[in-house]
């Protein structure tokens, strides 16, 4: 399917309000201001002062352009503003689409604002008249309590607005000018999320379906989102008892026909949002006839077409004509496709240090603790705050830190010679079954470092009794291959993390006091780089300044120096013979394991 990356950016230290009566002191606000001349679903953006609730009428901020009567509003290029100098440097060009920014060919990126309460005009949603079986009204309850994003729009086409109150029509001519830069676009795109999650499995196999072969015929201008719009009000206008896989065919004819019906009176309806037209800009007037002849084709013919999608090898599925698979897999075979590239991104997504490297930058220890312990906090406070999935993710998440936080902390008392609190050993007991190796052997690294070797023997029995089971090895940071068994066992993903994946070892360079001698070394791969290269958030090398080590190879290495030192000769060349046989099937970092097998080797003399 091709699936892209979309990211949203929000950044909270700044929120909209509607009015003054939302102001709050020592807080970035900006007023939300619509009038006549403003597009549907638009709006402008004004700074109010930090210790008054009035208007700027002075220039206080980069980025603002003064409008009529003295207004001061915010461009939607700030963020753009912000980062040229960063974008210029690393040599990363963007393209836009709309309010998001493609930075790569699967990578799209959003900046917003959010604003706590839904304007007027985005309560549509619960103001028009519906059968009512969908949205249910659980569903409309949430819906209420989200509020929308502020995001950078695009060029705006001219649009018209209808005066009641003076029973005056306003033709708005939008010039060719950079007036589109005040404006920030309406995005409900919490409400628009729970909605397509609460949709069933056959109803968003519907969507991706008609994506696949509706984008070929006028590219991204009639987009997903006109393709989900119409699916929303299909599903909004059909009995319930209908989505199912048996009625598949049936199913997609009728999100054909309400696309179909939208075409024709050429005005497509936002679902959340009132008076936007989503054509409007999108589709030419000679696109029109075209589509809607290819789409009235296609319902004709039972959607025929079908038999010819590539993807997922849809088409031969469909027709039962697997021998002439376009894809050359089985259909059992898909799935464990599927199910590989999602676990590969839950897991990269879980690994503490994508994303956030920065917060272990090359400064003292301490201030790195400090600063690592406060992005701790907002993780324990989003924990406590969330639900379902989101409190599932963030938990994995706030495991892996407690890790890291404890060892940059043992790190810094190593180093000075001091006691370690017992505040380490709480925050590993936190941590302990983030997954199956990578804490537990962070944990047995600092009594080795301690010479407390009765404690990291028991930790690293513990450590191959649960590796003993089937696990998988795997690095975020190189390509690994997966165990097709282990994709076929239908689990949940922490159970998956905490049980079956063995993730590999990371330490930082404020853990450094942590890590045997011979790993040292790892953390100094690279010669001569600027940090700020290091860093930027599409270095793929930045992994290259930690010591990152197949997990099962640094059990049986610890394990190996510690019978060592405890004068278990025997232990010691068991778990180095263990080591000799796992290196040559290590399918991440081998070099590290050469190194590590080859210090041992150097110590047998």
Known sequence: MHSDIDILHCYKGCTAIHDFADWQ??????????????????????????????????????????????RMFLKNTIHEMNFKADYDKWGIDFIRHGPSRSISDDTDEVYAIYCAKLPENCQYIFQRPKPGHWPRPELLTQL???????????????????????????????????????????????????????????????????KEFCKPLVGDRLSTFHLKTALLYSVERSPPCIWKDKNFIQCLKLCMTTLRSLLKVRYCPHYTTSNVNLFAGKLRCNEFPVLIEIFTDMIRNDLSCLNNMKMDDLGNRISSNSTNSTSELRYEELDIVVARELLKRLINQSCPYLHVQFLFAPVDTLTCINDHSRFIQNLETNNKTSSGIIHSAVSIKLKMHYSIQAAMKASLCIGQNEILPQEIFILFDKALTSDVTSC???????????????????????????????????????????????????????????????????????????????????????????????????????WKELAVVDSITYMYYLQYLTFRNTGFISDSQRALKNLHRHVPYVSGHIETSLNLLGHCWELEG
């Not at 029973?167 to 729970?194: A, C, P, Q």
């Not at 700020?532 to 090398?541: A, E, Q, R, T």
Request: hydrophobic residues 40%; charged residues 20%; glycine residues 2%.
């Open 144 to 210: 209420k309590e989200n509020g929308v994003f502020l995001v950078p729009t695009n060029h705006v086409e001219n649009t018209t607005n209808w005066d009641p109150g003076q029973h005056l029509g306003i033709l708005t001519v939008r010039t060719y000018d950079n007036s589109h830069e005040l404006f920030w676009k309406l995005s409900t795109n919490f409400m628009e999320r729970l909605l397509m999650f609460d949709l069933t499995i056959t109803q968003i196999k519907v969507k991706m379906i008609r």
């Open 25 to 70: 002191c020592w807080r970035m606000q900006l007023l939300v201001v619509t009038d006549m001349s403003t597009p549907p679903q638009c709006c402008y953006l004004q700074p109010v002062p930090l210790t008054n609730p009035e208007f700027v009428t002075e220039i206080t901020l980069p980025g603002c352009h003064r409008y009529a009567q003295g």
């Open 440 to 542: 537990r052997l962070k944990l047995a690294s600092i009594y080795f470092s301690l010479r407390r070797f009765n404690e990291a023997v028991a930790i690293l029995k513990q450590v191959e009794v649960l590796i003993s089971k089937k696990v998988m090895s795997y690095s975020p940071f190189v390509t690994c291959v997966f165990d097709s068994e282990l994709l076929k066992r239908r689990k949940e993903f922490p159970d998956i993390l905490q049980n079956e994946i063995a993730l590999c070892t990371i330490f930082n360079r404020h853990e450094i006091n942590c890590v045997p001698g011979q790993l040292v070394a790892e953390f100094f791969r690279l010669v001569k780089v600027e940090y700020s290269d290091l860093v930027h958030p599409f270095n793929l090398d930045f």
